[in-house]
């Protein structure tokens, strides 16, 4: 099952590389899954991503292949988006 590809539907507004937030839940998890977790969200693309609601209202953009080319991705875009606007 492929992951939807949401960029276009969030091209107007800035993108978060994704990333295991401390939590009273994830403080629960063991090593091995929160490495396993963390390498999953560090591929992905979130729009909405607030640590002040635990990552509850995050909206996916897009998985990647590898957490660098998500890196590369969520900074060029939001350079892009600063670029375009009013100055």
């Known amino acids: 099952m492929s992951t939807p590809d949401n ?3 969030f091209n107007d507004v800035l993108w978060q590389q994704g990333r295991v937030l401390e939590t009273r839940t994830t403080r ?4 091995q899954d929160l490495d396993r977790i963390s390498r999953a969200e560090r591929r992905t693309a979130f729009a909405h ?3 002040h609601d635990e990552g ?3 909206e996916l953009v897009y998985q990647f292949d590898s ?6 991705a969520v900074n060029e875009h939001n350079k892009s988006l600063a670029e375009a606007l009013p100055k």
């Open 49 to 51: 991503f607030y640590v």
């Open 7 to 9: 960029r276009l539907k």
């Open 56 to 58: 509850r209202s995050r």
């Open 28 to 31: 629960r998890w063991c090593k």
């Open 67 to 72: 957490a660098e080319e998500c890196a590369k």
